[in-house]
């Protein structure tokens, strides 16, 4: 399974570029090649995608945006089983969820093909004769900066308002999941209505091409989803040519438990919504904020729900948690991991590296501990792993402060049978998603994005759009028919 890049409308590997392999992080093993892309060929796409945006055959034709996106989502449909295997294999998270990203993505495909026959502006006669009407146009050229967690899904939430506003697009995927990203752009490029140069794919090991992207002037928007670190790199180098961005840049999720929940259910939950990606989302549960009557029992039920997370390869069967993505975020993670086992005040579950049978692999089980300062660097850190901070609190008040004591707001859950209190939690909470009894529930129609430190933007939903296109004004003075009464 090997790739190149795809610009103008063409794959292409001429020259001597270099190559670079795509890992199976359970065994290590390769998977496939990529070819690590110099500054020049995404100069090139550059220089092509800003000419294909002038050409108004794509960026003023919403009939033939409409099209070309319903098409993309028939074909990927007829290999979503295939692509979700690979991407199970290449970036080790549970088959089926991976089949769950394919079918999200799909589905949002569709969302904004039907939302790109209907981007609507609005016309307002400010003087007698004299009109003003503001439309919305597509915002040029954008760059697509994907990551491997959840690559499907993150590319398609990004490229396809793009696409669907009128946009052309350079997608520039993470190291760990070329193959997917490339299989998933595949069923794009081979429908003859798209325009050459309208989206080109190019892949690198390194981050010159992305910090090209960055600064050039032809580019108009990035799309970026990330660290936070990176998130500011971006903001601060996009800021000479003031380009639009649109950034999520992770989460610190709490879910809040109050004593009226029912612990024997909503503890499985969160503990699925701690371990998804193997605790690799920007969205899991990370925090679990406890009533102090139930602190005790919902500590115990969390160990043992984690302790039973089967471990193992997401194709096996009856698995629930893969592996971490590469080697090197491993070490990193279990390095924190550890950090925070020696200066939280309980360590509840011990967390390790496998050995043995998943030495070859990036296995970590997962850590749970009690802790109380909200000011530790692993309550306020995103660890993106299986790390699980537990704490308890006595008041509505206390969940509060406690909650939104950190730089992060992108999501959190609350747990309880009174809606009143639900609500009042949900608008007091500092987060851009507030799940009521649930969490991890994302959907094409409902807009996501953070406060704070969490990014800027929004994706999903109509309001990504607004990342995507720049509203005109248009004013014109017509007159009135005089009155002959």
């Known amino acids: 399974m090997n790739t190149s890049l795809y610009i103008n409308g063409q794959w292409t590997n001429s020259g001597n570029r270099q190559l670079a392999d795509s890992y199976d992080p359970a065994t290590g093993e390769s998977l496939g090649k990529f070819v690590d892309a110099t500054v020049e060929d995404f100069g090139a796409a550059i220089a092509v995608a800003h000419r294909a945006f002038q050409n108004p055959t794509w960026s003023q034709n919403p009939r033939l945006r409409q099209q070309v996106l319903n098409a993309w989502a028939a074909n990927l449909e007829g290999r979503a089983e295939e692509i979700a295997h690979l991407l199970t294999r290449e970036n080790g998270k549970v088959l089926a969820q991976s089949r769950g990203e394919l079918a999200g993505a799909i589905s949002e495909i569709r969302y904004y093909a039907g939302l790109a026959r209907h981007i609507p502006g609005h016309a307002l006669e400010v003087e007698p004769g004299v009109f003003s009407t503001m439309i919305k146009e597509p915002a040029g050229v954008a760059a697509i900066i994907v990551p491997w967690n959840a690559p499907v899904v993150l590319l398609i939430r990004s490229l396809a308002p793009a696409l669907a506003a009128g946009c052309t697009a350079i997608v520039k995927p993470a190291p760990q999941t070329v193959l997917t990203s490339a ?22 090991l390194g981050h010159g091409g992305a910090q090209l992207l960055t600064t050039a002037p032809e580019i108009d928007v990035v799309s970026f989803t990330g660290s936070n670190l990176t998130g500011q790199r971006i903001m601060a180098a996009a800021a000479p040519t003031m380009k639009k961005l649109s950034l999520e840049l992770g989460g610190k999720s709490c879910c809040i438990v109050f004593e009226d929940a029912d612990i024997q259910k909503v503890v499985p939950q969160i503990a699925a919504a701690a371990t998804v990606i193997s605790g690799q989302q920007c969205t899991a549960a990370r925090r679990i904020l406890v009533h102090s009557s139930q602190f005790e029992a919902v500590k115990h039920l969390m160990k043992d729900a984690l302790q039973a997370v089967s471990i193992g390869s997401g194709l096996h069967a009856g698995i629930g948690m893969g592996p971490l993505i590469d080697p090197i975020t491993t ?76 730089e992060f707001g992108l999501s959190a859950s609350v747990w309880t049978d009174n809606g009143a209190r639900a609500w009042r939690m949900a608008r007091a909470l500092r987060n851009g998603t507030v799940w009521i009894n649930d969490h991890n529930k994302l959907f094409a129609e409902a807009e996501t994005g953070g406060y704070r430190r969490s990014g800027l933007g929004r994706l999903h939903g109509v309001d990504a759009l607004f990342d995507f296109t720049e509203i005109k004004h248009i004013y014109q003075s017509v007159g009135v028919v005089p009155y002959e009464g």
Not at 185 to 200: A, S
Not at 361 to 374: K, M
């Open 183 to 204: 299989a998933v752009l595949q069923e794009l490029f081979r429908i003859e209505g798209l325009p050459p140069g309208v989206v080109n794919f190019l892949t690198e």
């Open 331 to 406: 070490s990193t993670v279990q390095a924190s991991i550890e950090r925070a086992m020696d200066e939280a005040d309980e360590v509840v579950l011990k967390g390790t590296r496998l050995q043995g049978d998943f030495s070859k692999g990036c296995f970590v089980s997962p850590t749970l501990v009690a802790h109380r300062d909200t000011s530790s660097f692993f309550v306020q850190e995103e660890i993106f792993g299986p790390f699980v901070v537990i704490e308890s609190f006595d008041s509505e008040a206390e969940a509060v402060k406690r909650a939104n004591h950190t």
